[in-house]
């Protein structure tokens, strides 16, 4: 089944894996999006079958989200506390 918040949408299956695997619900992971110092970037190495954008956003802890776009919706695919390299790139930008 997907969901769809607004401009954003996911599978709910893919979510309760994400949250078994990571602990980080889909809801939780769209605010990324409303930190105003998200970093954002295209995802080449796996954007072979579709376009797939990553986000570095601060949700109480730095989170890591993957995405793509359908239409005019942002589609979450997996989303994951940020590592210690992606937390240093999100810090210590100038």
């Known amino acids: 089944m997907n969901i769809i ?4 949408e996911w599978d709910s299956e893919k979510e309760n894996l994400n949250i078994k695997k990571h602990g980080i619900d889909f809801s ?3 605010l990324a999006f409303n930190d105003e110092d998200y970093l954002e970037w295209y995802d080449e ?7 797939r954008y990553n986000v570095l956003g601060l949700v109480h802890d730095v989170i ?12 979450i695919i ?4 940020a590592t210690g390299w992606e937390r240093s790139l999100y810090y210590d930008r100038d």
């Open 5 to 8: 918040r607004g401009i954003f």
């Open 28 to 30: 939780t992971a769209m």
């Open 45 to 51: 190495e796996h954007s072979k079958t579709e376009d």
């Open 64 to 75: 890591f989200v993957v995405y793509t776009e359908r239409r005019d919706n942002i589609r």
């Open 78 to 81: 997996s989303a994951r506390l």
